[in-house]
């Protein structure tokens, strides 16, 4: 029998590898169908726009269907829609290709990150989720420099290849293998304030999806105006590469114990509240740091308020559904994250002739983390912890 949490943390890997894998693969293709600035942002959006209606699709399925099935399905997919970047030769072509691989991806994290929680006590959510950080983690760590060597060495055409065939391999191993997956242990007694089976809890859903949005607002708002800001103060690549590897190191120490059990010792409020106002003043202290050390500083503690609140978002967002509607509920929480994706450089542009980016990005996150201790204040009793080291 193959255990079916190690099956899940592989699907989270290869999907997250996947997405961020293109990334240099990306900048060539464009450039080759016409004006890679433009296009690059537009085939960001027509990934994006997919990727926001198919994790709730794909998230209902997965709870009606079999979710490694959903999930088997969702890669196998990403191969034909993979191999299909090999012919994205006009404008057209390439946004269709990344939406419809967009499309793919969304039936993968929903159904894997349900499974993850399937029968799982409340009380070793936010531990588990913590681990899933480290596995999406370690994948943007090697996923990048991987793919941009690999098109180096062996040329565009053999990486794109490469990665489809990584990808149909753990979505051809998933499908043919899925009936040998050891079952789910049996639908937990509802806990104090925990749905029960078939059901939801909306405040705690919508909870989670607001905290979703702006962490996801945050972390893109970081990744496109972190670089241009350290390049305007004359920062070269290596030296802003090795500062944002400090963010990642922050949030791996937040992944890791004791900090990774954080949700399930003192609640998710707590981990959400805290995370979300040291990553807010983090944000804003970037917005006027200018010194490289400052800036080191400054990003290690927004990785490590990241590390503390994406557990605990996750594992309020598990709280949120009854046995057999998970899949629905992380389809949204991925919904969410996708919409926090989008919303960022729209927003920060519209306001950039009087804020700064990470001004913005900061004030969100101060204002969520004072709206996660209002949302704790009204739902108390339906949000303790519960179980063994609560």
């Known amino acids: 029998m193959i255990n079916r949490r190690v099956l899940s943390y592989v699907l989270v890997w290869t999907?997250?590898?996947?997405?961020?894998?293109?990334?240099?693969?990306?900048?060539?293709?464009?450039?080759?169908?016409?004006?890679?600035?433009s296009?690059?942002?537009?085939?960001?959006?027509?990934?994006?726009?997919?990727?926001?209606?198919?994790?709730?699709?794909?998230?209902?399925?997965?709870d009606r269907l079999d979710r490694y099935a959903v999930?088997?399905?969702?890669?196998?997919?990403?191969?034909?829609?993979?191999?299909?970047?090999?012919?994205?030769?006009?404008?057209?072509?390439?946004?269709?290709?990344?939406?419809?691989h967009g499309l793919a991806i969304a039936a993968v994290a929903p159904a894997a990150l349900a499974s993850l929680t399937d029968g799982l006590p409340r009380h070793r959510r936010g531990e588990v989720m913590a681990r899933v950080g480290l596995?999406?983690?370690?994948?943007?760590?090697?996923?990048?420099?991987?793919?941009?060597?690999?098109?180096?060495?062996?040329?565009?055409?053999?990486?794109?290849?490469?990665?489809?065939?990584?990808?149909?391999?753990?979505?051809?191993?998933?499908?043919?293998?899925?009936k040998r997956v050891t079952p789910p242990p049996p639908p937990e007694p509802a806990g104090i304030g925990e749905p029960p089976a078939l059901a939801m809890n909306p405040a705690m859903l919508a909870a989670a999806s607001l905290v979703a949005f702006a962490l996801m607002f945050l972390q893109n708002v970081l990744f496109y105006a972190y670089p241009l800001q350290a390049r305007s103060l004359g920062m070269s690549s290596a030296a802003i590469g090795g500062t944002l590897a400090v963010f990642g190191l922050g949030a791996l120490v937040?992944?890791?114990?004791?900090?990774?059990r954080a949700a399930d010792r003192w609640g998710r409020h707590r981990p959400l509240f805290v995370g979300m106002l040291l990553a807010g003043a983090c944000l804003l202290n970037l917005a006027?740091?200018?010194?490289?050390?400052?800036?080191?500083?400054s990003l290690f503690g927004y990785g490590l308020g990241f590390g503390l609140v994406f557990p605990a978002v996750s594992a309020l967002n598990a709280d949120a559904a009854g046995h057999g509607r998970r899949g629905l509920a992380f389809g949204l929480l991925t919904a969410s994250f996708s919409l926090g994706s989008i919303s960022s450089p729209l927003v920060t542009q519209a306001l950039a002739e009087h804020l700064s980016p990470f001004t913005v990005a900061g004030g969100l996150?101060?204002?969520?983390?004072?709206?996660?201790?209002?949302?704790?204040?009204?739902?108390?009793?339906?949000?303790?912890?519960?179980?063994?080291?609560?």
């Open 39 to 62: 296009l690059m942002a537009y085939a960001a959006t027509a990934y994006s726009l997919a990727n926001l209606a198919g994790n709730a699709l794909f998230g209902m399925l997965a």
């Open 365 to 390: 996150a101060l204002l969520t983390g004072l709206m996660t201790a209002v949302w704790y204040v009204l739902e108390r009793p339906g949000v303790q912890p519960v179980g063994p080291g609560a």
């Open 254 to 260: 937040a992944f890791v114990p004791p900090l990774s």
């Open 71 to 100: 999930a088997g399905a969702g890669l196998a997919a990403m191969t034909f829609t993979g191999l299909g970047h090999l012919w994205a030769t006009t404008p057209v072509a390439l946004l269709g290709i990344r939406f419809l």
């Open 288 to 297: 006027q740091a200018e010194g490289i050390g400052v800036m080191a500083g």
């Open 15 to 37: 999907s997250f590898y996947d997405q961020l894998a293109w990334t240099p693969v990306l900048v060539l293709i464009a450039a080759g169908a016409g004006d890679a600035t």
């Open 135 to 178: 596995v999406i983690a370690i994948a943007s760590m090697l996923a990048t420099s991987v793919t941009g060597r690999m098109v180096s060495r062996v040329g565009m055409t053999s990486a794109i290849t490469g990665l489809a065939v990584l990808v149909g391999l753990v979505g051809g191993v998933t499908l043919l293998l899925r």
